[in-house]
T-cell receptor, first 114, second 112 residues
Framework: AQSVTQLGSHVSVSEGALVLLRCNYS??????LFWYVQYPNQGLQLLLK??????LVKGINGFEAEFKKSETSFHLTKPSAHMSDAAEYFC????????????FGGGTRVLVKP | DTEVTQTPKHLVMGMTNKKSLKCEQH?????MYWYKQKAKKPPELMFV???????INESVPSRFSPECPNSSLLNLHLHALQPEDSALYLC???????????FGDGTRLSIL
């Protein structure tokens, strides 16, 4: 069965430091990958999506992600963390699933230290 | 501001009550979804509607009853819920195919 794995349920970074969130997928068909962010008491907001047009994808709020087929990875990065980046981040794959289903990773909570 | 609107934002109900959650989108999306999200967990898919027809039911208990009156509206009717049903209920919509889903801010449901 298809799965999405996010390494690290919690990540703590200092303000201004690099943010790196890891995501690995397992689907055997070309994946359609998404990163979402969830702020407290809100729904999920789309950060960026990979749909095979380019391996380096730029998203909102200064985030970007690189698709590496050889590593089955789609890691999310931001060069300089802001306090406002503190949130829960989810990686998801549309890949093999039928009927518009998304497979979510377990999520990574980002804490930004001043 | 989200383009998927959910009401109410908060709901407290007893185990014998009947209530409904509502979701509305005006983006012309033809697929709509209900998710349940427990604290510190990813969303769990409950139902998918495609072109106003139920296409996926993830073995959800019958005390949850979805309804799609038209292409813009999605309801979730609740009856005889259990305390473990307390969660954040998220609605989402998307175009068909491999397009991203757009989420509402959810309804925080508490069962007494």
């Amino acid at each position: 069965a298809q799965s999405v794995t996010q390494l690290g349920s919690h990540v703590s970074v200092s303000e201004g430091a690099l943010v790196l969130l890891r995501c690995n997928y397992s689907s055997s068909v070309p994946p359609y990958l998404f990163w979402y962010v969830q702020y407290p008491n809100q729904g999920l907001q789309l950060l960026l999506k990979y749909t095979s047009a380019a391996t380096l994808v730029k998203g909102i709020n200064g985030f970007e992600a690189e698709f590496k087929k050889s590593e089955t990875s789609f890691h999310l990065t931001k060069p300089s963390a802001h306090m406002s980046d503190a949130a829960e981040y989810f990686c998801a794959d549309r890949g093999e699933a039928a009927g518009n289903k998304l497979t979510f990773g377990g999520g990574t909570r980002v804490l930004v230290k001043p | 501001d989200t383009e998927v609107t959910q009401t109410p934002k908060h709901l407290v109900m007893g185990m014998t009550n009947k209530k409904s959650l509502k979701c509305e989108q005006h983006m012309g999306h033809r697929a709509m979804y209900w998710y349940k999200q427990k604290a510190k967990k990813p969303p769990e898919l409950m139902f998918v509607y495609s072109y106003e027809k139920l296409s996926i039911n993830e073995s959800v208990p019958s005390r949850f009853s979805p309804e799609c009156p038209n292409s813009s509206l999605l309801n979730l009717h609740l009856h005889a819920l259990q305390p473990e049903d307390s969660a954040l209920y998220l609605c989402a919509s998307s175009q068909e195919g491999n397009q991203p889903q757009h989420f509402g801010d959810g309804t925080r449901l508490s069962i007494l």
